[in-house]
């Protein structure tokens, strides 16, 4: 593995490692991070990103651009989803109505 793709294998797994502990804590918390996955909107505007990306960086950095591009790609789909306002914002799971 080259230098250059360590990084974006580190900060993936530094992204699936803190989802865990945050769902250890706050159970439920991982479906509202990981929410951006269903929102249709999110999703394309990543895979948008992710192709654009490859694209451009195959030339200049072979197979490890694709790895970035597929990290750029998740964290753009998430910020979409932020500013659209999915729609498991709001929602109280049944559990919580019971408190």
Known sequence: MGPSLIAPVAVSAMLV???ALMEI???GSARRQWAFLTNRQ???TGATVVV???AVGWR???FVSAAWALLAGALVAHLVNLS???DT???TDRG???R
């Open 52 to 54: 654009l990306l490859s």
């Open 25 to 27: 804590r706050h159970p």
């Open 17 to 19: 490692i803190r989802t």
């Open 89 to 91: 914002q709001g929602r």
């Open 96 to 98: 919580d109505m019971r």
């Open 60 to 62: 200049t950095a072979g």
């Open 42 to 44: 999110a999703v394309t």
């Open 84 to 86: 659209t306002g999915s």
